[in-house]
């Protein structure tokens, strides 16, 4: 009930290509969806969050994508880039807990 | 990270001694988190602090204490430490609850080796 299964583990992408990050969920009382990035050697950052009252949100060329009746959502990541390389987390939360739930991480790669 | 710092950022220590990690702000945020990051399994949270001597146990608690003092300082303490906490131990901050979510900022991490 607690848990956020991201999908892939690993994804390898061509410059120019679009990547896409997948979530789930099974709590359907989440209702705060962020997506982190992490770089090697650093914590992670907070990229770009949604709210289950819309089904897209997008901040130049990333965009979450929200399905509420699949329980599921996306990280799009148009023209990826080799600075886009790095590890992202997906997690969730709900109401004013305080804390969220993070989905294992996948390792992105974009290969010049 | 701008506003939150973690000491040190690598040790060796030995099985069986006792570690502190030292996790300092300023920015005032209520909420602290002490999370480890290990392969395969994404970020665990260790301990968590809703104020001043306010806090609680995460999902991986055991072998881990926790204290706060003051705002700005989270300690983690490794009571004594064993070879499956070798980890990367990451600090984060956050001062919202509930309505515009939870922007955690994250330091830059503790690599902790136990030999």
């Known amino acids: 009930q607690q848990q956020v299964k991201q999908s892939p583990q690993s994804l390898i992408v061509q410059k120019g290509g679009i990547s896409i990050i997948n979530c789930a969920y099974e709590n359907t009382a989440f209702d705060y969806f962020p997506w982190y990035q992490q770089f090697p050697g650093k914590g992670p950052a907070l990229l770009i969050a949604i709210r289950p009252d819309v089904s897209e949100k997008k901040e130049g060329r990333f965009t979450i994508s929200f399905n509420k009746s699949a329980k599921q959502f996306s990280l799009h990541i148009m023209d990826s880039q080799p600075g886009d390389s790095a590890t992202y987390f997906c997690?969730?939360?709900?109401?004013?807990?305080?804390?969220?739930?993070w989905g294992a991480g996948t390792k992105l790669i974009i290969k010049p | 990270d701008a506003g939150i710092t973690q000491s040190p950022r690598h040790k060796v220590t030995e099985t069986g001694t006792p570690v502190t990690l030292r996790c300092h702000q300023t920015e005032n945020h209520r909420y602290m988190y002490w999370y480890r990051q290990d392969p395969g399994h994404g970020l665990r949270l260790i301990h968590y602090?809703?104020?001043?001597?306010?806090?609680d146990k995460g999902e991986v608690s055991d072998g881990y204490s926790v204290s706060r003092s003051k705002t700005e300082d989270f300690l983690l303490t490794l009571e004594s430490a064993t070879s499956s906490q070798t980890s990367v131990y990451f600090c984060a901050i956050s001062n919202k609850s509930g309505g515009e979510g939870y922007g955690y900022t994250f330091g830059s991490g503790t690599r902790l080796t136990v030999v």
């Open positions: 602090s809703y104020g001043v001597k306010d806090t």
């Open positions: 997690a969730a939360s709900w109401g004013s807990n305080y804390q969220l739930i």
